[in-house]
């Protein structure tokens, strides 16, 4: 693991503007704690989409054991800031595995969050740890989905259960999951389409898939993922909240942190939701998939 | 929701104390103020666009008389209104035409934002005002970025031109060349997502630029887009040139702030708007819309659009008519019901109206309820439908048995078309459309406060409850 974050770290500081560096020069460049500064690390967290609520709270979290402690460098601000957003990330959270075969992940989320390509990622990653992986095009609407899923799963040496575009989902993943016990495989990683979350329709389409899962296997699906990307704004939350309601969300992936957007989504969802983050993309490569570390992540941040 | 509750509400709180005061102070004001910030930031708005939009607001209020018609609430709400519509400028929805086919049109976005499906449907749009569009496929990376391009096509209509995966640039040449031999005179690439600080490919647009020398560059950008939306813009738009935005998954329940960050920082139209995955869900860009969105007031002008796509204007004048004689009976109820039901989903229609969306939020409207209904109106006889007063017990009995509901709801959908009646009497008098007004909608936000209550309180869901006349 300590080589993700030494490529996290490289991808943000690829950006002169990254959270890090502006926090730093915050924390550096001031010569005493005052009301100035504070606005200032207010600023920087709500430009990182921190959320404005929670940016505020950390703020006065900060104010108050500031007074406590009776700190006055401005520097040792930092390591504050530091605990308080590795608390809000709560512990670290793994993938949960079945006692039994398959272990059942269903993958969900908006339009263009990157499902797929996380499916594909994933799908490699087991694949290369040994385990046999089968995957289920649950996206039977969107244009070149399925296909889109195919070339991930030849990449990845996983065999994927489809029917045509236009199908039921629901009967698709019915399969998958039929294949994926009478294939003993160990994994079966089922693809949905991406659906906004306001859409009752769609996601009680996706409420039926995930009962079907249910009914054909007693303890499945052993995780729900949402992927969330990491470019998204304070509407992340109500993604969060609604695909939680409707698909019991177990787990947030956070797609594209190797963007200029600086995943302090993370911070506000973890405030809002207590959904873990359990999986980040930090790249387009297969191997760009990586196990959140919230101390790590939190650490990374402030180097 | 807090979270959501909206500026005017928060606002009205802010300026209670101030009824009867002369002018807007500026401690006043600045109180005001910090709600405005927290509710343009919440909508996503750009850090550093709110901070100047607070600036301009503020020297527009301070010393603002305090008028008797409008609450010092209301006229802080009418001056960020007008200055968000003012920073996004006027709805320039059209494309470039070249005086020298074929037009090129080059989209271009990051990953996932959605350039492929709205270059279909900024094609199918454009077909239909008569042009004759190529597609073409010039994201090679994606697996099946290309084969998605053609379903859509094939879908719409409009022949896509490929080469597979070879150079973008190439392909783009090459299609400007087939356009011209094919008498295609508007040309669409759709381009690879990228991320703008990946220098390589974002060189590959200049060249593809360079190559083909575009009419129009149109960025696409995720309507949920947060803080960083300026930083993606910015370095499109510096590294490009563009002339345009199109905001996607407008459908969804964001605020949207990302129109104004995107407008502030590229000074570009946003020319238009995806609202779904259906090939003509692309719309005008409005500037005020969006504005009353990102402040949370609902967009009622879309609904009176829509609504007026629906409903046929003879029909309706009729129907005033009726009202006004009070000879507004169930088959009519049935017929606004089936009216209301083309325009959409009643969940969304909803949303649409001010101060009702963010109530709605969480409560479910089943729509399964209005097809309760219209079971019931159909298991009535003609003259019941005319004069529902002589429904009494043994023909609740039969229509409850006919429609497959029980006898108590029969009576209460009765009274509450008595009910319904009589407040469409009072609206009548309005101009326009019956129940289309003001009033309306009031009596619409009122009851979907009561449904939210109702539903915490565990009593039975009805749709009427809710929402006593469908519009």
């Known amino acids: ?303 | 929701m807090a979270m959501f509750e909206s500026l005017s509400e928060k606002l009205q709180a802010t300026f209670k104390r101030l009824r009867g005061k002369g002018k807007l102070t500026e401690a006043d004001v600045n109180e005001a103020m910090r709600e405005v910030r927290m509710a343009l930031l919440e909508a996503d708005v750009n850090f550093k666009v709110v901070k100047e939009l607070i600036a301009k607001i503020k020297e527009r209020a301070v010393g603002q008389e305090v008028l008797e018609s409008l609450t010092p609430a209301q006229q802080v709400i009418k001056i960020v209104h007008e200055e968000i519509i003012s920073l996004m400028g006027g709805s320039e929805s059209k494309i470039q035409l070249s005086s020298k086919p074929p037009t090129v049109v080059m989209l271009i976005g990051l990953q996932g934002a959605g350039k492929t499906t709205q270059g279909a449907k900024l094609a199918n749009m454009l077909k239909k005002q008569g042009k004759h569009p190529l597609l073409v496929a010039c994201d090679i990376y994606r697996p099946a970025a290309i084969k998605q391009l053609e379903v859509l096509g094939a879908q719409i209509k409009v022949p896509v031109f490929s080469l597979g995966q070879v150079s973008p640039v190439k392909i783009a040449e090459e299609s400007l060349e087939f356009a011209r031999k094919n008498g295609h005179d508007l040309v669409i690439l759709d381009t690879a997502g990228r991320l703008h600080v990946n220098e390589e490919l974002m060189t590959e647009l200049s060249d593809i630029r360079e190559a083909v020398n575009p009419d129009e560059i149109l960025l696409v950008v995720d309507a949920m887009t947060g803080q960083d939306a300026v930083n993606v813009a910015e370095a499109f738009h510096n590294q490009l040139g563009l002339n345009g935005v199109i905001l996607s998954k407008m459908d969804g329940d964001t605020r949207g702030g990302a129109a104004l960050s995107v407008k502030a920082v590229t000074g570009c139209p946003i020319k238009f708007a995806g609202v779904g995955e259906r090939m003509d869900a692309l719309e005008v860009f409005h500037p005020d819309r969006v504005a009353s969105r990102i402040l949370g007031m609902g967009d009622v002008l879309t609904l009176i659009e829509k609504a007026q796509q629906t409903i046929d204007e003879k029909k309706a004048r009729e129907l005033e008519e009726k009202i006004r004689k009070q000879e507004f009976t169930l088959d009519d109820y049935l017929d606004q019901m089936r009216q209301i039901k083309k325009m959409g989903s009643l969940s969304s229609l909803l949303e649409m109206i001010p101060g009702i969306g963010n109530q709605l939020k969480g409560v479910e409207i089943d729509e399964k309820d209005l097809g309760r209904i219209e079971a019931i109106i159909c298991s009535m006889t003609p003259e019941e439908r005319t004069k529902p007063v002589i429904i009494k017990d043994s023909r609740k009995k039969r229509i409850a048995k006919g429609s497959g509901t029980t006898v108590v709801e029969v009576g209460r959908f009765l009274k509450q078309f008595e009910q319904t009646k009589k407040m469409m009497k009072q609206l009548s008098g309005m101009p326009g459309m019956p129940g289309m007004g003001g009033a309306g909608k009031k009596s619409a936000s009122k009851k979907g406060k009561k449904g939210k209550k109702g539903k915490k309180g565990g009593q039975r869901k009805n749709p009427l409850a809710k929402f006593p006349f469908p519009f």
């Open chain 1, 1 to 303: 693991m300590a080589g993700i974050f030494g490529k996290l770290k490289d991808k943000l500081s690829k950006t002169r503007q990254g959270l890090v560096d502006r926090i730093e020069q915050v924390f550096t460049g001031a010569s005493k704690i005052d009301d100035d500064l504070y606005e200032e690390l207010e600023e920087i967290l709500i430009q990182a989409d921190v959320g404005v609520s929670t940016s505020l709270e950390l703020v006065e979290m900060l104010r108050e054991t500031v007074k406590e402690r009776k700190i006055s460098d401005p520097k040792d601000l930092q390591e504050v800031m530091k605990e308080q957003i590795t608390g809000k990330l709560g512990e670290k959270s793994e993938l949960r595995l079945s006692d039994s075969k398959p272990t059942v992940y269903l993958i969900v989320g908006v339009n263009g969050v990157g499902k797929t390509t996380t499916i594909g990622k994933l799908a490699k990653h087991l694949q290369e740890g040994g385990k046999k992986v089968l995957l289920a095009a649950g996206d039977t609407f969107r244009a070149a989905a399925i296909e889109q899923l195919e070339v991930w799963g030849e990449r990845a040496g996983a065999e994927v259960i489809k029917q045509t575009e236009g199908a039921d989902p629901a009967a698709v993943v019915y399969d998958a999951v039929q294949a994926a016990k009478s294939r003993a495989v160990d994994f079966l990683l089922i693809d949905t389409a991406g659906r906004l979350h306001n859409k009752v329709n769609l996601m009680n389409e996706l409420a039926k898939i995930k009962r079907v899962v249910e009914r054909e296997i007693a303890d499945a699906p052993h995780e729900v993922l949402l992927v969330l990307d990491a470019t998204t704004g304070q509407n992340a939350i109500q993604q969060v909240k609604l695909f939680q309601e409707v698909a019991n969300v177990s787990g947030i992936v956070l797609t594209k942190l190797d963007g200029t957007a600086k995943g302090g989504v993370v911070i506000g969802i973890q405030g809002e939701t207590r959904v873990p983050v359990k999986l980040i993309g930090i790249g387009e490569g297969i191997d760009d998939l990586k196990a959140f570390e919230p101390q790590e992540f939190a650490e990374a941040l402030f180097v």
